[in-house]
């Protein structure tokens, strides 16, 4: 696929079909990840493929749990329209999508890496631009991800035992899309926000 | 360009030649990255485009002052050949590149935004996403971008004068590459660091 089409292609997706994702599809798109810029070439993204039925289920759960937060959180703005169209949102698919990746950011081990001094956050952004590329690579392939943080991190990162230099950036629910949501963002879609026509610009 | 090809060939530019970036070109990679995924549909990127001389020669002494630092860092590790090899690096054009683009997260000021209940990082990590859509645009074009984050943070915002919940991300040098680097990141090519065959994954 050509790189614009892909950009416009890709989506934030939920709703995914049963259909398996062979592996080579996902060694693709895990090299694409591998294949980003990453400050002083760190390369400190780290993939968990989360395949035991406890495991998915326990992050259901912190899903849940999370997002019930959330919803009072919108209930509390009295707006009742908007506190259901929230509620009716499906913001996750952590049970039905075939392959679950949780992503995380490894500290450096070596005392000093180019282009942190900034901050160390320089870090998670390289993890972010992987994410990025992996998500362009499984549109490219036909397949998709939806990206979920509406989770307890830490509790996350204690249920998949990873070493503890490890920073969770989220959940990834991947497979095969059953929707394009009318080639619009899902949220956009479902009415809970527009997008704005075009980036903000300063000049100075 | 096709997805993999791009993905390949986006090269962390630090060489530019003194060529103009039209207008037109820098539209399109900005369009790009207004196609990221956003937490919440929130699209926070924001972008400046320092184009002063006075801005430009503020924003290299903050390069030149961290980076000062960070060689006294490396120094301390008494490794000369290394110390001398990282003096040596080429990590910025920020007076040589055409385009300077500053970064930025614009904090929302709605109460609610989904998906950031994990951490409000994730408004980051949306910016680097587009960042990321921003590097590939400007490779497929036959541009290229250098992230520059060897900077002190808070004085690039407080020179740029952006509102006060904007935070940055980095600096981009944006131009024509000069070299392709022998199609490796630049600090591979150099000898300062290897990549790693591929990405860790683990199973749970």
């Given at each position: 696929?050509?790189?614009?089409?892909?950009?416009?292609?890709?989506?934030?997706?939920?709703?995914?079909?049963?259909?398996?994702?062979?592996?080579q599809v996902l060694?693709?798109?895990?090299?694409?990840?591998?294949?980003?810029?990453?400050?002083?070439?760190?390369?400190?993204?780290?993939?968990?493929?989360?395949?035991?039925?406890?495991?998915?289920?326990?992050?259901?759960?912190?899903?849940?749990?999370?997002?019930?937060?959330?919803?009072?959180?919108?209930?509390?703005?009295?707006?009742?329209?908007?506190?259901?169209?929230?509620?009716?949102?499906?913001?996750?698919?952590?049970?039905?999508?075939?392959?679950?990746?949780?992503?995380?950011?490894?500290?450096?081990?070596?005392?000093?890496?180019?282009?942190?001094?900034?901050?160390?956050?320089?870090?998670?952004?390289?993890?972010?631009?992987?994410?990025?590329?992996?998500?362009?690579?499984?549109?490219?392939?036909?397949?998709?991800?939806?990206?979920?943080?509406?989770?307890?991190?830490?509790?996350l990162k204690k249920?998949?035992?990873?070493?503890?230099?490890?920073?969770?950036?989220?959940?990834?629910?991947?497979?095969?899309?059953?929707?394009?949501?009318?080639?619009?963002?899902?949220?956009?879609?479902?009415?809970?926000?527009?997008?704005?026509?075009?980036?903000?610009?300063?000049?100075?």
């Amino acid at each position: 696929m050509e790189l614009e089409e892909c950009l416009k292609a890709r989506r934030d997706t939920r709703h995914f079909l049963p259909d398996p994702v062979p592996q080579q599809v996902l060694n693709k798109a895990l090299a694409a990840a591998h294949m980003a810029p990453s400050v002083g070439l760190s390369e400190p993204w780290r993939f968990v493929s989360v395949e035991s039925a406890e495991n998915r289920t326990f992050i259901k759960k912190l899903f849940n749990e999370a997002r019930q937060k959330a919803q009072k959180q919108v209930a509390d703005e009295q707006d009742e329209a908007r506190s259901d169209l929230h509620q009716s949102l499906k913001l996750e698919a952590i049970l039905d999508a075939p392959v679950g990746l949780a992503v995380f950011c490894e500290l450096p081990s070596e005392n000093y890496t180019i282009g942190v001094i900034g901050t160390p956050q320089t870090l998670m952004w390289s993890v972010a631009c992987a994410i990025q590329n992996l998500w362009l690579s499984l549109t490219d392939q036909g397949y998709g991800a939806g990206w979920v943080s509406i989770l307890d991190f830490e509790q996350l990162k204690k249920e998949l035992d990873v070493p503890e230099a490890w920073l969770p950036l989220g959940y990834l629910c991947i497979g095969k899309p059953a929707t394009d949501y009318d080639k619009k963002p899902m949220l956009q879609n479902q009415g809970w926000k527009q997008r704005t026509p075009e980036p903000i610009v300063l000049k100075r």
